[in-house]
């Protein structure tokens, strides 16, 4: 009986802070889960485009349910209703990395945001096994009763607690930048340093070819070592054909991994600025993921840019986004959305390099103030 019972206490607290820490890491950049949220809506992975203009409120809405579901189950409070709530959401996520796991549409589910990164398989493992243990802990607690009024109302300020606490850091990662920055580009990176280990440590791929004899009809997988040594398959007049679109690449050795290896700077007459801007002694940058909808608020931009210009001196400046267009009147470049949405959260904002090291890094309107 004693040992059932610290069986269940300790599944139920490992169980708990699981689903705490993983609402934490999201609750710290909520907008960073909203993307990941905009790639599961997108047209190639479940086409529900209707909702790409709600997943900043479907995130907030899971971090918190996750996050309150996760105190409750810790505290031991409402236990019943709580773990087959749990359960719900545990299926729901099993589902989405499913889903991408075996079609391999989302290659990041984003669970732990960008402080543990998971491949799809691992992550839909991890929602089984937790999956199984709240069943577990539902049938140990099947016959229990919850807790008495008393006790859940002597809880009720640590739930509380916790959830000003998560609000004020949902909240802040919205309105500001998140708390904890847990992607590659923290204040203090080297990005000449980052690009430099990239290089010189790169990820090998093996591909194999589907060949078809146009003679006989037959079909053979061939790996690229054997194309390369055996020109059968290459020399002139030769029956075997490449199947165009069955090329299989596998990954035969990790190199480093950062997503600084997207940062790239293009001018408009596409010419690649990236090493040059990188070794300006100092240089502002203004980036925009989504140009069309920037707002300056009571700030109008010309009195944007003579402060920019007051602040930066004779430090160069850019205005960067995915596409042309004349967000304050300095030197457009380009780089892919993704990349800059990895870089901040804030549509815009401002990051300032000297010599390549990220030395700031704030939303523009923040920028502003000071």
């Known amino acids: ?7 269940k206490r300790i599944l139920r607290y490992i169980i708990a802070i699981i689903f705490i820490i993983s609402g934490f890491v999201k609750a710290v950049d909520v907008k960073g889960f909203s993307f990941k949220l905009e790639e599961y809506f997108s047209p190639d992975v479940f086409n529900l485009t209707f909702l790409q203009n709600f997943t900043l409120e479907i995130a907030i809405f899971v971090v918190a349910l996750e996050l309150v579901l ?23 996520f099993a589902f989405l990395t499913f889903y991408s796991a075996y079609f391999n549409k989302v290659t990041d589910c984003g669970c732990f945001g960008d402080a543990i990164k998971f491949t799809p398989w691992q992550s839909f493992w991890k929602d089984i096994t937790l999956l199984f ?12 009763d919850t807790l008495n009024n008393e006790k859940g109302l002597l809880k009720m300020p640590f739930l509380g607690v916790g959830i000003l606490v998560s609000a004020f850091i949902i909240y802040y990662g919205i309105a500001h930048e998140p708390l904890i920055d847990f992607r590659d580009y923290k204040i203090g990176t080297d990005l000449n340093l980052e690009k430099q280990k990239i290089a010189a440590n790169p990820s090998e791929y093996k591909t194999s070819y589907t060949m078809k004899n146009t003679k006989t009809g037959e079909e053979k997988v061939v790996g690229q070592d ?7 398959y290459w020399e002139e007049g ?20 950062s997503s600084i ?3 790239k700077l293009e001018d408009e007459n596409g010419n690649d600025l990236t090493d040059q801007i990188l070794h300006l002694p100092k240089v502002y940058l203004i980036f925009s993921y989504k140009p069309k909808e920037i707002s300056y ?39 892919d959305g993704t990349a800059i949405k990895t870089i901040a959260r804030s549509n815009p904002f401002v990051l300032i390099l ?17």
């Open 354 to 370: 000297e010599n390549g090291k990220i030395v700031e890094k704030k939303s523009l309107e923040d920028f502003l103030k000071h």
């Open 133 to 144: 243990g709240l069943i577990i802990l539902w049938f140990l607690n099947k016959k229990s």
């Open 226 to 232: 054997d194309f390369v040594n055996q020109k059968e």
């Open 297 to 335: 608020g009571a700030h109008p931009s010309e009195e944007i840019k003579e402060k920019l210009e007051m602040v930066a001196g004779k430090s160069p400046i850019y205005e960067i986004s995915t596409e042309k267009s004349d967000l304050l009147g300095f030197q457009h470049l380009t780089m």
């Open 238 to 257: 030769t029956p075997w054909q490449i199947q165009k679109g069955k090329e299989v690449s596998v990954l035969v050795k990790q190199g480093y991994q």
């Open 261 to 263: 290896d997207k940062f």
């Open 70 to 92: 996760g105190l409750m189950l810790l505290l031991k409070m409402k236990l019943k209703c709580t773990l087959i709530s749990l359960i719900a959401l545990c299926v729901f």
């Open 1 to 7: 009986m004693v040992k059932t019972l610290q069986m």
